[in-house]
């Protein structure tokens, strides 16, 4: 005949099962955070190198923690993607999520992103090729010295525009400079997306000024910093950073008259 089961004994049993399994799953956490700390402090510097300095880089080195842990509970090793690269879409996403919620770039400095963008658009239009700093600065009204200013001013809100998908929305496999990367999901429907997606960018990066399409060959696939690019350039890193962003915003713009059916 079998004894009667102990409630208190039962509960007692589960929850030192669950403290077990919680000490467990802190330590497997603590482990990857030591091991991968450099990953997060890697993806925040690059993103970081296109933000106002007032962004703290603490808050999204914060936020990149959040994704790495995210990526270590959804990774799918039965998928044949690395972890390493599939942390970094991860850790990426969950900064720029951070910065898109900080809301801080002021709407004066959004305003003045699209008036450049818009200016750039209706110039190269009308010349049927890129124009140059001084035919925008001309178009604005302002002198070269201060729209190069401006876009120190615009190139954070530049870069979170350009990370958005080419469909309008945000999932990892879509977004244009995850297009730049080799990595893709399995799926098949997935992989058609990605392909379609380079193929839009890789047109846009061809159509660039020549040292705009350098920066962005150096620093997405050969992955070096801007001070890197400068100095191989031998121009200052600032103007590394504002070649940059005029980029950015050409292929923004090319990417958005491409899927309005504009012509390019």
Same mark, same amino acid.
């Not at 603590?30 to 970081?48: C, D, E, F, G, N």
């Not at 818009?118 to 124009?131: H, S, T, Y």
């Not at 893709?184 to 159509?207: F, H, W």
């Not at 915003?249 to 504009?262: A, K």
């Given at each position: 005949? +079998? ?13 030192? +099962? ?6 467990? @799953?802190?330590?497997? $956490? ?23 300095? @007032?962004? &703290? /880089? ?35 996403? !969950? ?30 239009? $009308? ?25 120190? #001013? ?8 350009? &990370? ?25 429907? /997935?992989?058609?997306?990605?392909? #379609? ?19 962005? !060959?150096?620093?997405?696939?050969? #992955? ?6 400068? #100095? ?33």
């Amino acid at each position: 005949m +079998r004894s009667a089961v102990n409630p208190e004994k039962v509960v007692r049993t589960f929850v030192e +099962r669950s403290d077990r399994r919680r000490k467990a @799953n802190c330590k497997v $956490k603590q482990a990857v955070l030591s091991q991968y700390a450099p990953l997060v402090k890697y993806v925040v510097s690059r993103i970081a190198a296109g933000l106002p300095r @007032n962004v &703290d /880089q603490e808050d999204l080195f914060s936020a990149g923690v959040l994704g790495l842990l995210d990526a270590l509970e959804k990774y799918d090793a039965g998928k044949g993607t690395k972890f390493e690269t599939y942390a970094v879409w991860r850790i990426r996403g !969950a900064v720029l999520d951070e910065l898109r919620s900080l809301d801080w770039a002021s709407r004066s400095t959004r305003r003045k992103a699209r008036e450049i963008e818009e200016v750039c658009r209706r110039l190269d239009q $009308k010349f049927g090729r890129p124009a140059t700093e001084t035919e925008v600065a001309h178009a604005l009204g302002v002198p070269l010295t201060e729209y190069l200013h401006l876009l120190d #001013e615009i190139k954070g809100t530049v870069l979170l525009s350009l &990370d958005k998908s080419a469909h309008g929305d945000d999932r990892d496999s879509g977004t244009l400079e995850s297009c730049l990367d080799l990595a893709v999901d399995d799926d098949p429907l /997935q992989l058609i997306e990605s392909e #379609e997606d380079k193929q839009l960018l890789a047109e846009a990066v061809n159509q660039l000024p020549e040292q705009e399409r350098l920066v962005i !060959a150096l620093y997405y696939f050969e #992955e070096m910093t801007l001070r890197e690019i400068g #100095e191989t350039l031998e121009i200052s890193e600032s103007r590394v950073s504002q070649v940059h962003t005029c980029a950015l915003m050409r292929l923004r713009g090319r990417v958005r008259r491409f899927l309005c059916g504009e012509a390019a």
